[in-house]
């Protein structure tokens, strides 16, 4: 059985199919020395020449994102004169390794997720990238230590480093909210889960029910629990326990995660927090969950998804105006920062040259996060961008809870093995918000995963 992680189940895959193209330096989409842009960091790329060699990029890309990609990747072959061709495949996961074993790797892998390329580097087919990447990462991104673990692995030896360069993210850690209901009824946006809590139980007294949460996703159903979960591991442990539980060095149903578990159910089991009732939470499309946030009068005020759950919203629907978003709050008396949940594509090198190093420094400079994020669909935790650029205020403010993050940690589940992350994890979730204690449940998946040892 093939096991789909949740990043792609949201991408929404919808046709098997390669895209390949050379990418047109001619068509800049934005004129250097227009605009806000950190031209600066586009003229530096000029002094190294690479007229005559091409760079091979592969990824999970296709339709509109391999255009803005290939948009970005299209000032790196002007500046230098490097020809860079990119191919994108919705089989990217299979075709890479095939790739890998036959001899025939492009320069760059770009991947969904760090399980792969981990497994990539265990078996000697990435190139390391060097400590002062790394250190250019701890220093430029925000939660830089976050995104140099991120992207450390392990080669054949045993021995750790730099593999993975994270480009374009993904932030979960999001409540979604009616901004004209929140006014009607006087309510203010919490800045800790203390006053989270604390608000869901003033709207109870108020007449109204906080919440909408639907876990219901087809074969998938229980995937928006696990989300729910992983948020509320880091906002009730160190980082460190976090990534031992993604890696099982610490048991599933190891009190810590157990406790967690129960923070969601304190939300998704009471029957006055949810609209319909903590019954209806299972079969509730994640899809329409949301719906209810605009209903009139409104099912609930509060929705806690990922950014890309406005696709789901009733047609005409607003961002910043009819819908608005803000952090899913840490607790202020854990004293763990804020930490935020995601997901995001990473760069890796798969077949060496000189002209493949150049293009990893690219990467680093302002321009090439600048011109994607003035598009569509780009977040970046690069302290050096123009912010002002991102092409909406939505995107402007979800950037700003990435640059205001103390740590990030990427999906849990996703880092699992597919008969958890994408198996008895989902269905555990179900079973939890059907009644089963969390105990129950925890112990249940940890069995899951020792069979599979």
Not at 139 to 149: E, K, L, R, T
Request: charged share 20%.
């Amino acid at each position: 059985m093939k096991f789909l992680t949740k990043s792609a189940l949201v991408a929404g895959i919808t046709a098997t199919m390669m895209g390949s193209a050379t990418v047109a330096a001619a068509d800049l989409k934005f004129a250097p020395g227009e605009g806000d842009f950190n031209w600066a960091s586009y003229e530096e790329l000029k002094s190294t020449d690479l007229s005559g060699q091409q760079v091979t990029v592969f990824g999970p890309w296709l339709g509109p994102d391999q255009e803005l990609v290939e948009s970005v990747l299209a000032y790196f072959g002007e500046a230098t004169g490097a020809d860079v061709k990119y191919t994108g495949s919705d089989s990217f996961e299979q075709q890479i390794m095939i790739d890998a074993e036959a001899g025939s790797a492009p320069n760059v892998a770009v991947f969904p997720q760090p399980g792969l390329a981990a497994d990539m580097a265990k078996r000697g087919f990435l190139s390391p990238l060097g400590d002062d990447t790394a250190d250019w990462v701890r220093d430029n991104y925000a939660a830089g230590q976050s995104w140099v673990d991120l992207g450390t692995y392990a080669d054949g030896d045993g021995k750790d480093g730099l593999y993975g360069f994270f480009f374009k993210v993904d932030v979960k850690s999001l409540v979604w909210y009616s901004p004209e209901n929140f006014e009607d009824a006087g309510y203010e946006i919490p800045e800790s889960m203390e006053e989270l809590k604390a608000l869901t139980d003033q709207i109870v007294a108020d007449g109204g029910t906080p919440w909408c949460i639907g876990l219901g996703s087809g074969g998938a159903t229980g995937w928006p629990a696990t989300d729910w979960v992983e948020d509320m591991m880091l906002r009730t442990q160190p980082t460190d326990v976090y990534d031992q539980w993604v890696s099982n060095d610490i048991p599933f149903d190891d009190p810590r995660v157990i406790a967690a578990i129960e923070e969601f159910g304190a939300f998704a089991r009471n029957d006055d927090y949810v609209a319909g009732g903590a019954g209806v939470v299972a079969s509730t499309d994640f899809r329409d969950s949301p719906k209810g946030l605009f209903s009139s009068p409104a099912q609930c005020y509060m929705h806690r998804q990922a950014s890309f759950i406005p696709a789901f919203f009733p047609e005409g629907t607003e961002v910043g105006a009819d819908a608005d978003f803000f952090y899913f709050p840490a607790y202020a008396e854990k004293d763990l920062g804020s930490p935020v949940l995601g997901a995001g594509t990473l760069f890796a090198i798969t077949n060496d040259s000189p002209a493949t190093r150049a293009l990893m420094e690219f990467l680093k400079s302002p321009i090439a996060h600048e011109v994607w994020m003035a598009q569509q669909g780009f977040l970046t935790p690069h302290k050096g961008v123009n912010t002002d650029l991102y092409a909406t205020d939505t995107l402007r403010s979800m950037g700003d809870i990435l640059l205001g993050a103390t740590t990030f940690r990427f999906d849990g589940s996703d880092l699992m093995p597919g008969g958890v992350g994408a198996g008895s994890f989902w269905t555990g979730m179900v079973d939890y918000a059907g009644g089963k204690s969390a105990a129950d449940v925890a112990k249940g998946i940890q069995e899951s995963w020792d069979a599979l040892k």
